[in-house]
């Protein structure tokens, strides 16, 4: 599926100032959160976004992209609902199209659970595997696509943005359901091997309940998509 790129034009929003969604993002990244008497919290988002904003563009391993690209993609939504500047959905769309154009249906090389093989694109990784397997996670998948899902339903719901902005947030709503949900789904009862192949993984049956949780709210916040009548 191609992921279309847009030209960086304004674009107006009724947004109001929303400092205080900003600041605990700030500090979820790393960014002391002071009073908003005491700090300027977007000269200092910028500043740290200049020396920061690329440490994964590019990178296709799903914990990278859930622990630090998924908050960054949903600091660039808080941005914009406390600026209204489209710059930041300019951001986020730019790191959204390249996740979407790394996914995969399996890795080019190591051990990996043959029924990986399964048609579905997304992402996994080797880190958590004692034994460097290849694995994926459904918690990853869900916090990697969440704020996507955000900026979906955002687009879906703000006319002034959706000139602009529709068809990607489209694109976006199919490749999700496309891949990450039709897969969760069809791995439901799924046994992921053993022994020299994987250990045991089955399906949604076997993890813990975090994962599902976060998978839930992915679930719930496409929902509202999914009834749009621009679906």
Not at 61 to 82: N, T, V
Not at 129 to 135: E, F, T
Request: net charge negative; hydrophobic share 40%; aromatic share 14%.
């Amino acid at each position: 599926m191609a992921l279309s790129l847009f030209s960086r034009a304004s674009c107006g929003s009724g947004w109001s100032s929303r400092p205080g969604a900003v600041i605990g993002l700030l500090a979820l990244i790393g960014i002391p959160a002071l009073p908003c008497s005491a700090i300027d919290w977007q000269t200092v988002f910028v500043r740290w976004h200049q020396q920061n904003g690329n440490r994964c563009l590019g990178r296709s391993g799903s914990a990278e992209l859930c622990w630090f690209e998924s908050h960054l993609l949903q600091a660039y939504l808080e941005m914009f609902q406390a600026t209204a500047d489209t710059f930041w959905l300019d951001q986020l769309v730019t790191h959204a199209d390249t996740m979407f154009a790394l996914m995969a249906d399996s890795p080019d090389s190591g051990n990996f659970w043959p029924g990986y093989r399964d048609g579905f694109r997304g992402w996994g990784t080797s880190r958590y595997d004692p034994k460097g397997r290849y694995q994926e996670y459904s918690v990853h998948d869900a916090h990697i696509c969440l704020p996507v899902a955000r900026f979906i339903r955002l687009v879906f719901a703000e006319p002034g943005l959706q000139p602009r902005f529709l068809a990607t947030a489209r694109d976006y709503l199919a490749c999700i359901e496309g891949n990450i949900i039709a897969k969760w789904f069809s791995n439901w009862y799924t046994d992921r091997g053993s022994g020299e192949a994987l250990s045991e993984f089955g399906g949604w049956q076997a993890l813990p309940l975090n994962q599902s949780l976060v998978f839930g709210e992915l679930l719930l916040t496409l929902r509202s998509s999914v009834q749009s009548p621009l679906y």
